[in-house]
């Protein structure tokens, strides 16, 4: 059965306080990493696909990396703006079926 | 961009009653999924659907049912409600292509009393 498992659960950070998330999954046939972004009584909001081990993405102040294990998200120089609940998920080989995580809470500080 | 609307964003109902959650999407995807989202359990799957008239259970589908008569539209029916079913339904719909993400509408927060 797949998991996917988040760390922390909550994070206090000071406005330009860089730091990272942490996503630990276990999948068969890993065939995306997913981060999504969800403020309070909205959706989730897409902000990256990661495929395989060694792959990037960036959008403004975030970074998602990926290994075999694990993906991080890294926050670099936080904004209030950027407070908000981080998703990672998971695709394995059965397909269209994600995994998540249980989220970390990120709340930045002016 | 994708839009995914669901048609109501809070909703208050009874216990026993018949509660129907609509969802729509106008980016021609084939797959659609409903989802709740509870503190402390994250986001678990409910049903989905992979084309007209398909569906498969998800993790979570006892006391829930679904329809899709037509592409764009995913329906969640909650045959007798019960306030265990109280939470926030969240629809999404993702493309055929091969590690397309979901799309996800604003959500349904419903009450059962």
């Known amino acids: 059965e797949d998991q996917v498992t988040q760390s922390p659960e909550a994070l206090r950070l000071q406005e330009g306080e860089s730091s990272s998330l942490n996503c630990s999954y276990t999948v068969s046939g890993l065939r995306g990493l997913f981060w999504y972004r969800q403020d309070p009584g909205k959706g989730p909001e897409f902000l990256f696909t990661l495929y395989s081990a060694g792959e990037e993405k960036e959008k403004e102040r975030l970074k998602a990396t990926l290994t075999k294990k694990e993906s991080f998200l890294h926050i670099t120089a936080p904004k209030p703006e950027d407070s908000a609940t981080y998703l990672c998920?998971?695709?394995?080989?059965?397909?269209?079926?994600?995994?998540f995580g249980g989220g970390t809470r990120v709340l930045v500080k002016p | 961009d994708v839009k995914v609307t669901q048609s109501s964003r809070y909703l208050v109902k009874r216990t026993g009653e018949k509660v129907f959650l609509e969802c729509v999407q106008d980016?021609?995807?084939?797959?659609m999924f409903w989802y709740r989202q509870d503190p402390g359990l994250g986001l678990r799957l409910i049903y989905f659907s992979y084309d007209v008239k398909m569906k498969e259970k998800g993790d979570i589908p006892e006391g829930y049912s679904v329809s899709r008569e037509k592409k764009e539209r995913f329906s969640l029916i909650l045959e007798s409600a019960s306030t265990n079913q109280t939470s926030m339904y969240l629809c999404a719909s993702k493309g055929q292509s091969l590690n397309q993400p979901q799309h996800f509408g604003d959500g349904t927060r419903l009450s059962i009393l």
């Open positions: 980016m021609d995807h084939e797959n």
């Open positions: 998920a998971s695709e394995g080989a059965a397909g269209n079926k994600l995994t």
